[in-house]
């Protein structure tokens, strides 16, 4: 398990009891199995582009 699915894994268990949560994440964007960049996603679920090459 990685850190980004620890996260989003802890979230998801906070907010089941009603623990406010608030903050953002970064996750890798791959295409044909490079890395292309990265997208930052709160904690809401929106997302927008980090970085891409």
């Keep these: 398990v990685g850190?980004?699915?620890?996260?989003q894994?802890?979230?998801?268990?906070?907010?089941s009891s009603a623990i406010p949560v608030v903050g953002f994440y970064t996750e890798e964007v791959r295409q044909s199995g490079?890395?292309?960049?990265f997208?930052?996603?709160t904690l809401s679920g929106r997302r927008g582009t980090l970085s891409r090459i």
């Design 34 to 37: 490079k890395r292309i960049g």
């Design 39 to 41: 997208d930052v996603v």
């Design 9 to 15: 894994k802890t979230v998801e268990s906070l907010k």
């Design 3 to 7: 850190k980004t699915t620890l996260v």
